[in-house]
């Protein structure tokens, strides 16, 4: 995809990183005469070592080079003049972008493996307003990874049995610990796969679909790790038929990082530990036991 944008210095390639709460994303754009390309985007689990992660995804590009890069993470703090966007910015970035194709919405839906976030927009683009879930995991795209793994499903294999269920397991989605027990007395008394993961696929889907009704929004984007969940989008469009889900929906938010850069010139020099910030303790170290 291709879009017009004005660029300080075309024909460069700049990079965009998001640090989620489970999974690295890069995404690398280019210029060409004025035009932004999307050259290469990889999302990859980090399994709580997001730095080991990031270096892995980097060291992949280690013959390229690029003009510059920005940083989606949670934390602003830093380490030098590292360029930290928060969340909210590298959405309206990258919607910025996927808008000017025509997939316009009035609200994106960020669900993603630790919570989910509807982020109101108003007619220019930018966020107005952000409805949140509760805090609980229930829900969440790595609880689902979670209860997916401990039935030695892989998410395919899961999306593809939630799909073809037509009588979802109801789970509690209240609580984590309530909905974990919900699925495995359900599976102990005999109750199929199938049915489970359907059940725990319309769980999120509901979550989501509440918050949407709070926003009073009606074309909302779906962007995050869960978009990439078939059966979770099957059931959204059945309150919200006009969801959009783009395909750069799993590395949205890095694709507003790199756009940012390509505009604000940021400094070239990649390396995890610039990204990172130290990890200084005032409290006293002891061995361990």
Not at 25 to 48: A, E, F, M, T, Y
Not at 88 to 117: Q, R
Not at 119 to 140: E, M, P, Q, W
Request: some cysteine; hydrophobic content about 35%; overall charge neutral.
């Amino acid at each position: 995809m291709k879009q017009d944008c004005a660029l300080d210095q075309p024909a460069k390639s700049y990079l965009g990183i998001c640090i989620g709460s489970s999974t690295v994303s890069c995404v690398r754009i280019g210029s060409d005469n004025g035009q932004i390309d999307v050259l290469s985007s990889r999302c990859k689990p980090h399994h709580g070592d997001p730095k080991g992660c990031l270096t892995s995804l980097l060291s992949g590009d280690s013959n390229q080079t690029v003009a510059g890069f920005a940083v989606v993470r949670r934390t602003s703090v830093s380490n030098g003049s590292i360029p930290i966007l928060t969340e909210p910015e590298a959405l309206e970035y990258a919607y910025e972008y996927v808008a000017a194709s025509g997939f316009e919405c009035d609200a994106i839906v960020s669900a993603g493996g630790e919570v989910f976030f509807v982020y109101r927009l108003d007619r220019t683009g930018h966020i107005a307003r952000v409805f949140s879930g509760n805090k609980c995991a229930s829900g969440t795209g790595e609880f689902f990874l979670q209860q997916i793994r401990r039935m030695n499903l892989s998410v395919d294999e899961a999306t593809d049995l939630a799909v073809s269920e037509p009588s979802p397991y109801k789970v509690s989605g209240r609580c984590s610990v309530f909905c974990k027990s919900d699925c495995t007395h359900a599976l102990n008394k005999g109750t199929s796969k199938q049915r489970v993961v359907a059940g725990l696929c319309e769980m999120m889907a509901g979550k989501i679909v509440d918050l949407l009704k709070q926003s009073g929004c009606r074309r909302p984007m779906l962007v995050g790790g869960v978009a990439r969940n078939r059966a979770v989008v099957e059931m959204l469009r059945r309150e919200f038929p006009q969801v959009i889900v783009p395909d750069e929906a799993p590395w949205f938010e890095a694709l507003g990082a790199a756009l940012y850069a390509s505009r604000n010139g940021c400094t070239p020099d990649i390396h995890p530990d610039h990204v990172f910030p130290y990890q200084v303790s005032s409290f006293e170290l002891l061995p361990p036991l």
